[in-house]
């Protein structure tokens, strides 16, 4: 990470794994979060996590009070709709940003991330390859330096779906690919690449998603996405 990765505050580095976590699926929608269990996990006191647990209710993460205890919050699918006008957005910009900015440094560490991505989904870890994912995207955007746009980025993440998303069927190999080639637009410096690349990773997980649940609909199934990836 770069230098001023280290200033973030204890209460910040509690929030970011709780979010990469709700992200990927570790803690599934409706789970209540224990503040002393997540304490004890991180070697950290109460006081930052009930401070993170704040934060993230702000941000849309959780539902409760940070005293009695916080749950994730449920999806919404019609809310997802307008999330992903947002998104497309807000994130191209922050590609674009990146593209600006990026160092040869960046791009290292971009690459691990890719290949811990691809590495989690070919061991058949699926949760694993949603935290990865959660990194790769987070650090892409932290290279833009435009810290309030990535404030409101993740408040949108709290309202998507990743976790349906990435559960449907030979999804993650399919983003593996556009993870590879938003990289390959930023390595060339293209902007205008970077941000088609984005956008249409970011529709194509939501479209995949909304024909999965068209399908259950049609068929009186429960919506639930192929879970035959572990």
């Not at 399919?174 to 984005?198: C, F």
């Not at 049609?218 to 192929?226: E, H, K, S, Y």
Request: glycine content about 6%; hydrophobic content about 45%.
């Amino acid at each position: 990470m770069k230098q001023m990765m280290q200033f973030r505050t204890k209460e910040e580095q509690v929030a970011d794994f709780l979010r990469e976590g709700i992200i990927s699926g570790r803690y599934p929608r409706g789970t209540r979060l224990k503040q002393q269990e997540i304490a004890t996990m991180l070697n950290t006191s109460i006081t930052p996590v009930r401070e993170a647990l704040k934060l993230l209710a702000a941000e849309g993460y959780v539902l409760g009070d940070s005293y009695r205890g916080a749950t994730v919050a449920p999806f919404d699918i019609e809310a997802s709709r307008e999330v992903l006008s947002l998104r497309i957005l807000l994130e191209t910009q922050l590609v674009k940003g990146a593209v600006e900015r990026v160092t040869g440094e960046d791009i290292a560490e971009l690459k691990v991330l890719a290949s811990e991505f691809a590495t989690a989904f070919e061991a058949g870890d699926n949760e694993a390859a949603r935290a990865a994912n959660y990194r790769f995207h987070h650090r892409m955007f932290e290279v833009a330096a435009l810290p309030q746009t990535l404030h409101f980025v993740q408040i949108l993440w709290a309202r998507y779906p990743f976790d349906l998303i990435n559960r449907l069927k030979g999804r993650v190999s399919r983003a593996a690919d556009e993870h590879d080639e938003m990289l390959a637009a930023l390595i060339a410096g293209d902007s205008a690449a970077a941000m088609l690349a984005t956008r249409q990773h970011i529709e194509a997980g939501f479209n995949e998603l909304r024909q999965s649940v068209a399908q259950d609909r049609a068929t009186d199934t429960p919506v639930t996405p192929n879970r035959t990836e572990k």
